[in-house]
């Protein structure tokens, strides 16, 4: 059964540094998010994605995420210079169509120091 | 804005037992979707179950039901037969009808089901 992957599973970085979250959706979808867990918190929604565009993204989307589609397979969420409150768990979903269930990827651990 | 509250932030069942998960939500749309998710130790989010709030059937997936009272905003999730692999954090999540402009799922704070055998 096809399933979203994550790419790293863990990543430690320093504050102030860029660092790159990758995921590759189900291939025949459509619809591409990113959400985030902080510890002992909810999952909060952060960005979908389609068309090659943002179509809906929250507050705490602010001016240093960017996501992007770069080569049809891969979708990345990039935070451009990291901060503490930054470290969470990050999700990468995907769904067929706007209607349809979001499959969920396994998540990438981000700790910044 | 969408809010969704589970209550009771760990539970346990006796293996073989039932046990029900409750949640509840506010919204002012008439159209969303509810979900529960199961998100195992492994942490990766799988669909249980969804419920349309047009639809008055309540949703059910072999052991698994839901009991939605759209007039309460309540949407708890039964669990029948209880085994050791559902022991697992569980997320209710809302969504509006996409004719909203909104895919966005709004989680509650989840569930830690524990089985015991």
């Known amino acids: 059964e096809p399933e979203v992957t994550q790419t790293p599973s863990h990543q430690v970085t320093q504050m102030g540094q860029e660092v790159i979250l990758r995921c590759v959706p189900i291939?025949?979808?459509?619809?591409f998010y990113w959400y985030r867990q902080i510890l002992g918190q909810k999952v909060e929604f952060l960005v979908s994605?389609?068309?090659?565009?943002?179509?809906?993204k929250s507050e705490i989307f602010d001016d240093q995420f960017s996501v992007e589609r770069p080569d049809g397979s891969n979708f990345t969420l990039k935070i451009r210079s990291t901060k503490l409150e930054d470290s969470a768990m990050y999700f990468c979903?995907?769904?067929?169509?706007?209607?349809?269930?979001?499959?969920f990827g396994p998540g990438t651990r981000l700790t910044v120091t | 804005a969408q809010t969704v509250t589970q209550s009771q932030p760990e539970m346990s069942v006796q293996e073989a037992e039932t046990v029900t998960l409750s949640c509840t939500y506010d919204?002012?749309?008439?159209?969303?979707?509810l979900f529960w998710y199961k998100q195992p130790p492994s942490r990766q989010m799988i669909l249980v179950i969804r419920?349309?709030?047009?639809?008055?059937q309540n949703a059910t997936e072999n052991r698994f039901s839901v009991n939605f009272q759209k007039a309460a905003k309540s949407f708890s999730l039964k669990i029948s037969d209880s085994q050791l692999g559902d022991a697992a954090m569980y997320f209710c999540?809302?969504?509006?009808?996409?004719?909203?402009?909104?895919?966005?799922?709004?989680f509650g704070k989840g569930t830690k089901l524990s089985v015991i055998p």
């Open positions: 419920q349309e709030a047009y639809k008055q």
């Open positions: 994605f389609y068309n090659n565009e943002i179509s809906e």
């Open positions: 999540a809302y969504r509006p009808y996409s004719g909203a402009g909104s895919y966005q799922l709004t």
């Open positions: 291939s025949n979808h459509l619809y």
């Open positions: 979903a995907s769904s067929r169509d706007r209607d349809y269930e979001q499959y």
């Open positions: 919204t002012s749309e008439s159209d969303y979707y």
